[in-house]
C-alpha cells in the first residue's frame, strides 16, 4: 500500500524568503505524485503533478517540485513566498490502474512579513 | 471549465433530518469522489463513481448514501447523522481512466454541522 509523510505540520517563513515542503512517499512502482494547496474553508487546488518523465516539474503560482527516486522525496519549492500562499499544503500518491490518492497530513505554511 | 461546483456551501441539520449535498462538474470527467475532512485533517475517501457505477466504498456507514444520476452529477444523502459527522465535505471529479483518474479536481466544499 501506498502511504506519504510530511515531517513538517507547520512552517513559518517571512515574505520573500525561500521554501521547501518535505514529502516522503512509500510505494513499490512508480508512485504518481501530487502537490494540492488548501485556503481555510476551501477546497483542495492542484499546484502540479508527477507521472513520468522530467523529474523537475512546473507548477501553478510559481511552485516547483522535484521528484528523487533515490530519496523516496517529492518537496516543493518556491524562490520567493509572498503572504498569499499562506495555506495548507498536502502531499499525495497515487497508484496506476487504481482511483485511490493518499494524501499525507499537511504542511500548514504561515508567511510573517 | 476546470470547475468543481458544489452546493450548499454551509449546511446545519438536525440528527434527525434528511438533506442532500450536490456536486456537478462540466469537465466531461468520467469518475466522481466523495471526501469527508475534518478539521487539521487530511481528506479521507468516501466514495468513487466511475462511469456512473459505484466502485470504490471505504466501508462509509449507510446514513451516507451517494448517488450519480449522470456523469456530470453527484449527490451524497444524508440520514440520522451524527454529531461526529459534522466536517467539511469535499467533491472531487477526474477522467475515468490512466493516469487521468489520479488527477483530481476538486470543489469548494459544503461544511456540515450536525447538531
Known amino acids: 500500500a501506498q502511504s506519504v509523510t510530511q515531517p513538517d505540520i507547520h512552517i513559518t517563513v517571512s515574505e520573500g524568503a525561500s521554501l521547501e515542503l518535505r514529502c516522503n512517499y512509500s510505494?513499490?512502482?512508480?508512485?504518481?505524485l501530487f502537490w494540492y494547496v488548501q485556503s481555510p474553508g476551501q477546497g483542495l487546488q492542484l499546484l502540479l503533478k508527477y507521472f513520468s518523465g522530467d523529474t523537475l516539474v512546473q507548477g501553478i503560482k510559481g511552485f516547483e517540485a522535484e521528484f528523487k527516486r533515490s530519496q523516496s522525496s517529492f518537496n516543493l519549492r518556491k524562490p520567493s513566498v509572498h503572504w498569499s500562499d499562506a495555506a495548507e499544503y498536502f502531499c499525495a500518491v497515487g497508484a496506476g490502474g487504481y482511483q485511490k490518492v493518499t494524501f499525507g497530513i499537511g504542511t500548514k505554511l504561515q508567511v510573517i512579513p | 471549465d476546470t470547475e468543481v461546483t458544489q452546493t450548499p456551501k454551509h449546511l446545519v441539520m438536525g440528527m434527525t433530518n434528511k438533506k442532500s449535498l450536490k456536486c456537478e462538474q462540466h469537465?466531461?470527467?468520467?469518475?466522481m469522489y466523495w471526501y469527508k475532512q475534518k478539521a487539521k485533517k487530511p481528506p479521507e475517501l468516501m466514495f468513487v463513481y466511475s462511469y456512473e457505477k459505484l466502485s470504490i466504498n471505504e466501508s462509509v456507514p449507510s446514513r451516507f448514501s451517494p448517488e450519480c444520476p449522470n456523469s456530470s452529477l453527484l449527490n451524497l444523502h444524508l440520514h440520522a447523522l451524527q454529531p461526529e459527522d459534522s466536517a467539511l465535505y469535499l467533491c472531487?471529479?477526474?477522467?475515468?481512466?490512466?493516469?487521468?483518474?489520479?488527477?483530481?479536481?476538486f470543489g469548494p466544499g459544503t461544511r456540515l454541522t450536525v447538531t
Open positions: 510505494y513499490g512502482a512508480t508512485p504518481y
Open positions: 469537465m466531461g470527467h468520467r469518475a
Open positions: 472531487a471529479s477526474s477522467q475515468g481512466v490512466g493516469q487521468g483518474a489520479l488527477e483530481q479536481y
